[in-house]
Each structure stands twice: as structure tokens, then as C-alpha cells.
């Protein structure tokens, strides 16, 4: 059974970069056919996908990330990463972790997720 379990900084400042690790259990990040998501869900809203990274390092971004947003991974741990650059308080948000077998650029193709972090972005 994977568990991912999500940590980092609750509280950021306005232009600065935040960044969340992701820690898996129960499975490696580079078994086949597996893609490692984060997804957020802002205050009265629904969720985002925000991006992946497949089980050979393939990165892949929603368009209104991706000039802001880098996905990495450190296979020695079984972790990945997320980096978001020059927030704003638009940013802030749950941020969860989750694992699917394909990508649609939706959520959705996600069952397995953390329990997700909050961030608030603010000065």
C-alpha cells in the first residue's frame, strides 16, 4: 500500500519560493508506468494539478505553472519535490502529493494522495 506524506514550510513570503518534499512508502518513485503529481486546492476551490514527474524523470507542467514551477526527484530517498517561485498570496493553498499511472493534465487521474499541507503565502 503507497503512502506519500507531504512537509515543508507552512507560511512563505510574498516573492519568495516555496518548496514541499514528498515522501513515498510502499513503493518505489521509479516503479514502471507510475507518475508522481502535485496537486493543490486554494480556499473555495476546487483542486489543480500542478505537475509531474514520471518513473524516468520525465517533468510535465499545467501551462499557468510552468514558467514558475520545477518538479525534481531524489530516488537514494524515494522523495520528490516541488518549487514554486515568486509566490503571491493567490498561491496559497493545500498542497497534496498523489500517484496515478497516466496523465490527463487533471487531478482526477490521481487516486492515491497525501494528506496534504497547508501554505499560506503572506508577509
Known amino acids: 500500500q503507497v503512502q506519500l506524506q507531504e512537509s515543508g514550510p507552512g507560511l512563505v513570503k510574498p516573492s519568495q519560493t516555496l518548496s514541499l518534499t514528498c515522501t513515498v512508502s510502499?513503493?518505489?518513485?521509479?516503479?514502471?508506468?507510475?507518475?508522481w503529481a502535485w496537486i493543490r486546492q486554494p480556499p473555495g476551490k476546487g483542486p489543480e494539478w500542478m505537475g509531474s514527474?514520471?518513473?524516468?524523470?520525465?517533468?510535465y507542467y499545467t501551462p499557468a505553472l510552468k514558467s514558475r514551477a520545477t518538479i525534481f526527484r531524489d530516488t537514494a530517498n524515494n522523495q520528490f519535490a516541488l518549487q514554486l517561485s515568486s509566490v503571491s498570496p493567490e498561491d496559497t493553498a493545500i498542497y497534496y502529493c498523489?500517484?496515478?499511472?497516466?496523465?490527463?493534465?487533471?487531478?482526477?487521474?490521481?487516486?492515491?494522495w497525501g494528506q496534504g499541507t497547508q501554505v499560506t503565502v503572506s508577509s
Open positions: 498523489a500517484r496515478g499511472q497516466y496523465i490527463t493534465g487533471s487531478y482526477r487521474s490521481f487516486p492515491s
Open positions: 510502499g513503493e518505489s518513485i521509479t516503479t514502471e508506468y507510475r507518475y
Open positions: 514527474i514520471s518513473y524516468v524523470g520525465t517533468t
